[in-house]
């Protein structure tokens, strides 16, 4: 059946099977292959997207579920081609990831809690990103790379919301 | 080069510059490489631990939408050889699909392919199989008994490995030793188990006569076993290198999916992918981690000396060989950890049972042995009443010591383990750390400090192969690079292996620019296919620092040497009154200077100006040999790994002693990896590793019941550890060098998850020894510690009724 997606700001159509999961629509209908399949039952949170700016498992929730809400990827982050969100680049200074294959989920993750927390304390930061598993980095520079892109947030002298 | 000179780069706080693309979702895994006219494969699991195959039946999943083929392992077994066996054991044969019988639950039987990975799986549910149940073997001892049915009939047994090494007076020293303890200790078996599972694509081109192969890959001769299995010259099959791997620690050698994916290619000529899903991979992947039982008796003295040690080693192997007995023989290398213990008995046994088969898991053996070591150096301390860290710094190989011959063959580099000590207990306020145990103690919780020390063998050059196996006669594990300088003076270079996470690229730009005192940052890395690579042992055994670290040092000195050649030509000087700086060559007495674009145009464009017999061009390779190790085994003792990283923990772990749920107060690791080339990379490893080793004591199993089903499935009952369980981790640099690398450098890529699995352990025992209680088991989980506390608690009370 067709879909309707908005997608990074973008109106896109497909035709899938009712049974595809939002990620393999995002992946092989929108070759947004950013968004990962890990565990596929919601636990490894590698496929975290954000629906409507809350972090969602795109491999619990069919294509057609989403049909009328914003899907933010990995993809829509980036301000243009080659430059980085300020959040994507806490994490490069930082060294907040190893292979790279958690990493679009836990940026969403800690993209969405600086959406409305300018000032996490370290509880907040390690709760929002319990929900995504990585298997590389034992968290430690994942923490601190969403604090020092809370830091520089608060210290930038731009309007929040949107796009970081 | 000593650790005097001073570096620029190397050691210097430098992004990874591999995470760009990481951040932007812009990694190209596996599952990411679009090939036109992709096939998708889903397998059929067998659901019998052990039974004849009595028939097959495809013919209704043939006829199911988007089908193109259904394999058996009969015609697969026929059309390739089987899978390779580390061992001498040529009666355990492993094909990719079972053939004749299972010998586990999950094994792949069937491969459907179809236009989609859902209709493969909606036509794999429709293939028949009718089964003979056959008796199976799941525990250990049970296993190892001459009675127990053997997972292969042609094999006569279960044993695979059965071999006793003595080194040194063990014997004498028991007998001469006032004390003596025994125990036992079980690593239950569990994995690395990355986010990524394993996944494989394959196409051929019959006119090019090449297989072209995308896989999430770590493993040495990858390419080469292909190549065997599918019974075509090793130059047909193409590895495509710059393949990002997401996570592998070991385990990513999917040779049995790769042997699938590759001969359905050639057999359908189209190009055809398996991507596991979480259930393929965590039930037959082939991809669990050592399941150990360990036996340990020590001989030491009333001071806590420990002079002599024996130890049998059980490992429950699974289903199929392999490599994994191997993981027996890695820490032969490092079987008295960093202590004096004068002499060694080590039986290692090896068994197959009716459980998937394991692969190499960080460290390859490493941690499991560090934990019973570990164990034993506890328990010394509690028969002789004294602290567990005198009794180590007691037992430790001292500074000057070095370079120190262990008895089994193995001369370690370099170390300060009392140093590292003393700057962790400095760091930690261990007075007060253990005032705040016996705080929380009087507050009614359970509260225990954990302690382990260990060492993390890197450099990794498989003498454990040859030491294991006399059929087998390797001496090199070498690793290689190129370096080549463009005809505008752009500069790159080549790594021959696939990456999962360990920052391979910045490590060679880093090397290279601190040789040719070149901004790194303008080095390019790239990573060509194996027919265009060098030879290459992949990323194990933490040996990238050391190896590919090395091979870069010896290929841009090589180019160094080639331009100050070439620029003490121009000046009609001897090369060695020219001096090097920052890319520019001069001489002082005749002040001339030769610029980096001067030597490149020369090399490229004028050859009439090169010394004779230099080549055109200014292109360079070094195939780096491993530092130490290159003999065979002799008398059953061998140099293994060249390096010794040093790791010294410090844990307060505190619980309820009703909920038993552990929670990591403090965490602090005492870390020496010597020279270390790019802090960011090696603190990452280090926290990360530990990380893991929380897991492996605390939460993760692959459980198996008595009807030999594994029950830890998924992630909700296979538990990896969230932000929530890995605690706050204070690093304590030491940097010790080693002699025998280029910088100085050691190993790091398993550190942290050698000694984390040891200290927690120590640190729950620690906890529950007021009650009279102890584990031996790992992981402890926390309804083993609830109802160990309450049995104990309730023992007492019975005790006191009587």
């Not at chain 1, 300018?118 to 604090?147: K, L």
């Not at chain 2, 280090?686 to 594994?710: K, N, P, R």
């Amino acid at each position: 059946m067709k879909v309707k997606l908005n997608v990074n700001g973008c109106q896109r159509e497909a035709d899938v099977e009712p049974r595809k999961t939002l990620l393999d629509t995002l992946r092989e209908d929108f070759l947004l292959v950013g968004s990962h399949a890990g565990c596929e039952h919601g636990v490894c949170g590698a496929c975290t997207v954000l629906v409507d700016g809350e972090p969602s498992r795109s491999c619990l929730m069919f294509a057609v579920q989403a049909d009328g809400y914003e899907i933010t990827t990995i993809e829509g982050l980036a301000p243009a081609p080659g430059e980085l969100s300020v959040v994507q680049d806490a994490f490069c200074e930082t060294h907040g990831l190893q292979c790279g294959y958690c990493t679009p989920g836990m940026i969403l993750a800690g993209h969405a809690l600086l959406e409305h927390n300018d000032s996490p304390t370290r509880e907040d930061i390690v709760e929002a990103i319990s929900g995504n598993i990585c298997r590389c980095t034992g968290y430690g520079q994942i923490v601190e790379a969403i604090e020092f892109a809370a830091d520089r947030l608060r210290k930038a002298n731009t309007p929040r919301g949107g796009r970081s | 080069m000593s650790s005097g000179v001073h570096l620029k780069f190397v050691s210097s706080n430098r992004r990874v510059r591999e995470d760009r693309r990481f951040v932007a979702g812009q990694g190209r895994y596996v599952a990411d490489v679009a090939l036109e006219g992709l096939l998708h494969v889903a397998v059929l699991p067998s659901q019998h631990p052990a039974a004849r195959i009595l028939s097959i039946n495809t013919a209704e999943a043939m006829k199911m939408p988007g089908v193109h083929y259904v394999l058996t392992g009969e015609e697969l077994a026929k059309a390739t050889e089987p899978l390779m066996n580390g061992l001498d054991t040529p009666n355990v044969r492993r094909f990719p699909l079972a053939v004749g019988q299972v010998r586990y639950a999950g094994e792949w039987v069937v491969a459907v392919v179809a236009e989609s990975r859902a209709q493969a799986e909606d036509a794999a549910e429709k293939v028949k199989v009718e089964y003979e149940p056959l008796p199976y073997v799941i525990d250990s001892e049970e296993a190892y008994s001459p009675s127990s049915s053997p997972v292969h009939a042609e094999h006569g047994s279960n044993l695979l490995l059965d071999k006793t090494f003595v080194w040194g007076e063990v014997d004498k020293h028991f007998a001469e030793s006032p004390r003596h303890l025994s125990f036992r200790v079980v690593w239950g078996r569990s994995s690395t188990v990355p986010i990524e599972t394993f996944g494989v694509a394959a196409k051929w081109d019959p006119w090019r006569e090449i297989l072209d192969v995308w896989a999430s890959i770590q493993m040495p001769k990858y390419a080469d076993q292909i190549a065997r299995s599918l019974r075509i010259p090793l130059n047909h099959v193409r590895v495509h290198n710059d393949v990002d791997v997401g996570g592998s620690y070991g385990v990513k050698r999917g040779i049995k999916q790769s042997v699938i994916v590759s001969h359905l290619a050639c057999l359908l000529g189209r190009p055809v992918r398996l991507i596991e899903d979480r259930l393929d991979n965590m039930r037959a992947g082939d991809a669990h981690g050592p399941d150990r039982i360990f036996d340990v008796e020590v001989a030491f003295n009333d001071e806590g000396i420990v002079k002599s040690m024996k130890m049998r080693a059980l490992d429950n192997v699974g289903a199929y060989a392999g490599r994994s007995p191997f993981q027996l023989g890695k820490p032969i290398g490092a079987i008295v950890g960093p202590y004096k213990i004068e002499s060694v008995k080590y039986h290692a046994v090896a068994v197959t049972s009716n459980k998937a088969a394991q692969e190499a898991v960080r460290g390859f053996g490493q941690a499991p042995t560090n934990y019973a070591i570990e164990t034993a150096i506890d328990k010394v301390a509690a028969a002789v009443g004294l602290d567990r860290i005198e009794v180590r710094r007691r037992n430790f190989i001292r500074a000057e010591e070095f370079p120190y011959l262990i008895p089994s063959g193995t001369r370690y580099d370099s170390g300060d383990y009392h140093t590292v000590v003393a700057k962790v207990l400095a760091h930690a306020d261990y007075e007060g750390l253990k005032r705040e145990r016996d705080e929380l103690r009087a507050s009614g919780l359970c509260a225990g400090i954990g302690i382990s020390a260990c060492l993390e063998p890197s450099g990794g050059n498989s003498a454990f192969e040859p030491l294991l196996n006399e059929k087998n006669t390797t001496s090199t594990w070498m690793e290689s690079c190129r370096i080549n300088v463009d005809g505008l003076g752009f500069v790159t270079a080549t790594i021959h292996t696939t990456s999962s996470g360990q920052g391979h690229e910045t490590l060679a730009a880093t090397v290279i620019g601190e040789v040719l005192q070149i901004n790194p940052d303008q080095i390019r890395i790239v990573r060509p296919d194996t027919l265009s690579s060098l030879p290459s042992n992949s990323p194990v055994g933490s040996r990238m620092a050391i190896m590919l670290g090395g091979a870069a040092f010896h290929a841009a000195q090589k180019l160094k040497a080639k331009i100050i050649r070439l620029a003490a030509h121009q000046f009609g000087c001897a090369e060695k009154d020219v001096v090097y700086e920052g890319g520019t060559v001069s001489n002082a007495a005749s002040k001339k200077k030769l610029t980096w674009a001067e030597h490149v145009t020369i090399a490229h464009r004028n050859f009439h100006l090169l010394p004779e017999g230099m080549e055109p061009g200014l292109e360079v390779t070094h195939v780096m040999q491993v530092p130490t190790g290159t003999q065979l085994p002799k008398d059953g003792r061998v140099q293994m790994y060249p390096c010794h990283s040093f790791e010294f923990h410090l844990v307060l772990i505190a619980f309820d002693p009703e909920i038993g749920k552990p929670t990591i107060r403090r965490y602090v690791i005492g870390h020496d990896c010597g020279t270390v080339i790019n802090p960011r990379i090696v603190k990452g490893m280090t926290l990360g590793g530990i990380a893991h080793g929380i897991g492996a004591s605390l939460l993760e199993e692959f459980v198996y019941d008595s009807e030999g089903q594994m029950l830890t499935q998924s992630f909700m009952d296979y538990l990896l550890p969230s932000s929530h369980e890995v605690p706050h981790v204070e690093i304590v640099h030491h940097c010790t060098p080693s002699p025998f690398t280029v910088f100085g450098q050691k190993g790091s890529g398993e550190s942290g998850y050698l000694g984390s699995p040891a200290a927690i352990s120590s640190a729950i025992n620690d906890a529950v020894a007021p009650l009279g209680i102890s584990f031996s088991k790992l992981p402890i989980r926390i309804a083993a510690i609830s109802d160990a506390i309450a049995a104990a608690k309730d023992g007492n009370k019975n005790k006191e009724k009587a």
